[in-house]
T-cell receptor, first 115, second 113 residues
Framework: NAGVTQTPKFQVLKTGQSMTLQCAQD?????MYWYRQDPGMGLRLIYY???????DKGEVPNGYNVSRLNKREFSLRLESAAPSQTSVYFC??????????????FGDGTRLSIL | EDKVVQSPLSLVVHEGDTVTLNCSYE??????LLWYKQEKKAPTFLFML????IEKKSGRLSSILDKKELFSILNITATQTGDSAVYLC?????????????FGTGTRLKVLA
């Protein structure tokens, strides 16, 4: 059981380039999340998707877009990368509403550097 | 604005020591609080606390929640080098229909052999 899978694991971009971070979960979870983690800042929510077909902004959505492609996949896109977006990005999932006793499960992260 | 503060920010101990990690939050009427352990990669789930005063235990780790005073503690007894990690707490605010946890900045624990 793979859980939450993120690709790529590492990426270096130049300022202004675009890219999409991929996330897939095989636990049949309804809710999915994208976080960024910076030194001294903890995990900050970028976007989340409470269920297939819905997405909402989190704490730090500027400069990002997301797509909930289907129940399994939730992608994060940087349209024009900026050095301030250098970070480690984590995807997470959880069963969804009605499963209040279930925690989030995280992927291993994507380390993104923007030069 | 909801706020989560973890203390200490970092801690260095020797194997066998007992440590107490603190999490205080300004999130009233929250539903639950989670503790995670993060080593090199993904945070891994430790505990979910929903009721005040009820201790949860898992081996050498235990945690308790005080909903009135808005804090939680995570205790680790007889620490081992494998306990070295960043420990994150995350209370869940009462936004209906969503599960948007707010994560603290974490406590970095280093256990020396």
């Amino acid at each position: 059981n793979a859980g939450v899978t993120q690709t790529p694991k590492f990426q270096v971009l130049k300022t202004g380039q675009s890219m999409t971070l991929q996330c897939a979960q095989d636990m049949n979870h309804n809710s999915m999340y994208w976080y960024r983690q910076d030194p001294g800042m903890g995990l900050r929510l970028i976007y989340y998707s409470a269920s297939e077909g819905t997405t909402d902004k989190g704490e730090v959505p500027n400069g990002y877009n997301v797509s909930r492609l289907n129940k399994r996949e939730f992608s994060l896109r940087l349209e024009s990368a900026a050095p301030s977006q250098t970070s480690v990005y984590f995807c997470a999932s959880r069963p969804g509403q009605g499963h209040s006793n279930q925690p989030q499960h995280f992927g291993d992260g994507t380390r993104l550097s923007i030069l | 604005e909801d706020k989560v503060v973890q203390s200490p920010l970092s801690l260095v101990v020797h194997e066998g020591d007992t440590v107490t990690l603190n999490c205080s939050y300004e999130v009233t009427n929250f539903r639950s609080l989670l503790w995670y352990k993060q080593e090199k990669k993904a945070p891994t789930f430790l505990f979910m606390l929903t009721s005040s005063g009820i201790e949860k235990k898992s081996g050498r780790l235990s945690s308790i929640l005080d909903k009135k005073e808005l804090f939680s503690i995570l205790n680790i007894t007889a620490t081992q080098t494998g306990d070295s990690a960043v420990y994150l707490c995350a209370p869940l605010p009462p936004t209906s229909g969503t599960y948007k946890y707010i994560f603290g900045t974490g406590t970095r624990l280093k256990v020396l052999a």
